[in-house]
């Protein structure tokens, strides 16, 4: 060790003694010096395999954080006596990635034992899945206790559903601390991955209930959706991008689709519906360097939803189950 690493060594060994409940960049530097590599490694062979999954774990981080805080309360499986979030309403048959993470602990456990919580591994593992996807880098501050129970009830009521009107996301979102500009940059995850028909059919088939296709809905996208989506139960969780520009790139074409009517949830074109949020939109849609320094911030803030700090919580053995 050199001099400099000496004197950080000792300052995180201080403030490890102080557990002062705060977030910190060099929380596990003396205890698990290479906790980031190993999350990154991780990612990157889980999207060696399967593409989709920046994406899947992108989400899984913000389906923890909504409810009851980042708190990896997502991550724990239901038992005959526990019933956890996985099965809620927005999460079931729908949230993907559990494994990854459980693989990434079981690495993480084996070059630090009980050190690392899962849930600073999940929030780690969602920058990466953004880099690796060739989306902005930001410094993660860590120390985040993992929970030690779940909110089913919470994860059906505070996640935002792609039916309801802007006001109500905003106001989800709003009840985290979270504010309207969050909403037009967060929702830019939406460069990245998939969505079944059922989360948009309504848009082609029967909007608002007039039996007409969604007239915020570009014509020519509109009739290929329909093939892929005919309307007829069966073909309720055929998936199709959220960006059928650039899948599986992290991007600023989300954006630039909104402005061309090509967003595929109403409530990814509704951002369009508003003079503020359509402001928004049509500023990232044309300087991407500008989405990527807000999605960073946005990011950032959205990690730290009621994080539980210091001797609070602990840190779980497997991601799937609390400590006995
Ligand atoms: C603003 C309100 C939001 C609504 C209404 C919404 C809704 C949805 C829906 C309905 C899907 C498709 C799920 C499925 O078909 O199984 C989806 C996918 C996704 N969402 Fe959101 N979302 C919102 C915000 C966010 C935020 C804040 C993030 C992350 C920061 C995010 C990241 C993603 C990603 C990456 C996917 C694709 C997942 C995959 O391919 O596995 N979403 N979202
Ligand atoms: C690869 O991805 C598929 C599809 O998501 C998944 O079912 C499978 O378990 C993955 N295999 C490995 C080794 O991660
Ligand atoms: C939006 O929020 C209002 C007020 O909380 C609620 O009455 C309404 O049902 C919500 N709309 C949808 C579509 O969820």
Not at 73 to 101: H, M, W
Not at 137 to 150: K, Q
Not at 267 to 287: E, F, I, N, R, W
Request: aromatic residues 10%; glycine residues 8%.
């Amino acid at each position: 060790m050199n001099q400099k690493n000496i004197i950080i060594a000792f300052l995180v060994s201080c403030s490890l003694l102080l557990a002062n409940g705060q977030l910190d960049y060099y929380y596990y530097y003396s205890f698990c010096p290479n906790l980031e590599m190993i999350v990154k490694y991780g990612v990157w062979a889980a999207m060696k395999n399967d593409t989709r999954i920046a994406a899947s774990l992108l989400r899984l981080h913000f389906h923890d954080c909504f409810v009851n805080g980042c708190d990896g309360s997502i991550l724990l499986d239901d038992t005959k006596t526990f019933k956890g979030e996985q099965n809620a309403g927005p999460n079931i048959n729908s949230a993907r990635g559990y494994e990854v993470i459980d693989n990434i602990k079981a690495d993480v456990e084996r070059a630090c034992p009980s050190t690392v919580s899962c849930v600073d591994i999940l929030t780690l593992a969602a920058r990466e899945a953004v880099v690796l996807s060739g989306g902005p880098n930001w410094p993660v501050a860590l120390g985040r206790r993992d929970g030690v129970t779940a909110n089913l009830k919470a994860a059906n009521t505070n996640l935002p559903s792609p039916f309801e009107p802007l006001a109500n996301i905003t106001a989800k979102f709003a009840a985290v601390g979270l504010d309207i500009r969050d909403v037009v940059v967060l929702s830019g995850a939406h460069t990245i991955g998939l969505a079944q028909c059922f989360t948009f059919k309504n848009r082609l088939f029967d909007f608002k209930g007039t039996g007409q296709t969604d007239p915020n809905l570009d014509t020519s996208l509109a009739t290929s959706l329909k093939t892929s989506c005919p309307n007829v139960d069966s073909s309720n969780s055929n998936l199709n991008s959220l960006d059928l520009v650039t899948t599986y790139k992290f991007d600023n074409a989300y954006y630039k689709n909104l402005v061309n009517n090509a967003g595929l949830l109403e409530s990814d074109q509704a951002l369009m519906g508003h003079p503020l949020t359509a402001s928004m939109v049509k500023d990232y849609s044309m300087y991407p360097y500008l989405f990527y320094k807000d999605f960073a911030t946005s990011m950032v803030k959205l990690g730290n939803i009621g994080v539980i700090t210091g001797q609070n919580g602990q840190v779980r053995k497997k991601c799937g189950e609390v400590n006995r």
